[in-house]
């Protein structure tokens, strides 16, 4: 029968605690699976380890043998384990990541805080590139990570791995002020042209779907204001500027206060994926990993 490590680590705390009890809270384990654990330990090498006595864990002749042949090994794995997690935490490493403002801002920025809290060296290196010129330095080890919505990947490639993050909604927003010069039913889509709009520039995701409706329809989709991120979209629409297309879980805060409302159409427009790339075997991926933890859409 096999043996695994884990059966010998517990073996070792076993006899230099003879405390389940101790042992359990170090390890974090019940004590039944403790009991379990030495006694597949035994099973294996057909000999008793331990006994118990009135006074507690006792280790019978073979059960000393055997804790001398691997208390250093053990030993010096268990410092390897922690000497390698030191490293981890305290190791200088500068992760670079490519994303929309909005997600820097409202997304990774406020997780970079929380994560810095326990890895303090690890740096960030943020930035924005189009989809296409980010998914090229991601594959030439230019970036570590490229966030991204699903609507923009038009193809797969065999070196980078991808997850999916969240659903995120595009919808129509106004400010209070501006809420008030229209009626409370749904308007259509192309109605906007009777409005003055405020949208991410052409050929960007969130616009690909009412572009192509106008198309669609005969007509073209040309907004009073054209901007290049969507901070900017959502600061325009504060002040009145016009209706405003944006992503609604970018603006959770101000849909909540009533600094900004929605509007809504009589068409649906479809739903998105929110999702990240990085390089498969990528170095930084432990790191990346528990980054992601903090992450919060």
């Not at 208390?71 to 670079?96: G, H, M, R």
């Not at 209706?243 to 929605?262: F, H, P, Q, R, V």
Request: glycine content about 4%.
């Amino acid at each position: 029968m096999d043996i695994n490590l884990d059966s010998y680590k517990i073996f070792y705390y076993v006899c230099e605690f003879k405390n389940l009890t101790k042992v359990a809270d170090i390890l974090y384990v019940t004590q039944p699976a403790i009991t379990k654990q030495i006694k597949k330990l035994e099973e294996s090498l057909g000999k008793t380890l331990i006994v118990r006595t009135s006074k507690g864990i006792e280790l019978t002749n073979e059960g000393e043998l055997l804790y001398k042949e691997i208390k250093t090994p053990i030993e010096s794995i268990l410092q390897a384990d922690n000497t390698f997690k030191s490293k981890v935490d305290n190791y200088e490493v500068n992760i670079k990541i490519i994303a929309g403002h909005s997600t820097i801002k409202n997304i990774l920025l406020p997780a970079m805080v929380e994560f810095n809290k326990e890895h303090p060296n690890v740096k960030f290196e943020m930035s924005t590139s189009p989809y296409q010129k980010a998914i090229q330095k991601l594959r030439r080890n230019e970036v570590d990570i490229v966030f991204y919505t699903t609507d923009e990947m038009n193809e797969t490639y065999n070196d980078i791995v991808t997850k999916n993050i969240c659903t995120i909604h595009d919808i129509l927003v106004v400010s209070e002020e501006v809420r008030k010069r229209y009626p409370s039913k749904k308007i259509s889509l192309l109605d906007l042209d009777n409005f003055k709009t405020i949208a991410k520039q052409e050929n960007s995701a969130c616009r690909a779907y009412i572009d192509n409706y106008f198309k669609e329809n005969g007509k073209l989709f040309i907004p009073t204001y054209q901007l290049s991120n969507y901070w900017l979209v959502y600061e325009y629409t504060k002040l009145g500027l016009g209706i405003g297309l944006g992503i609604k879980e970018y603006m959770k805060e101000d849909l909540a206060n009533g600094t900004i409302s929605e509007i809504e159409t009589e068409e649906t427009i479809p739903e998105r994926q929110m999702a990240y790339a990085m390089q498969k075997n990528s170095p930084s991926y432990g790191i990346i990993k528990e980054f992601m933890k903090q992450v919060k859409f």
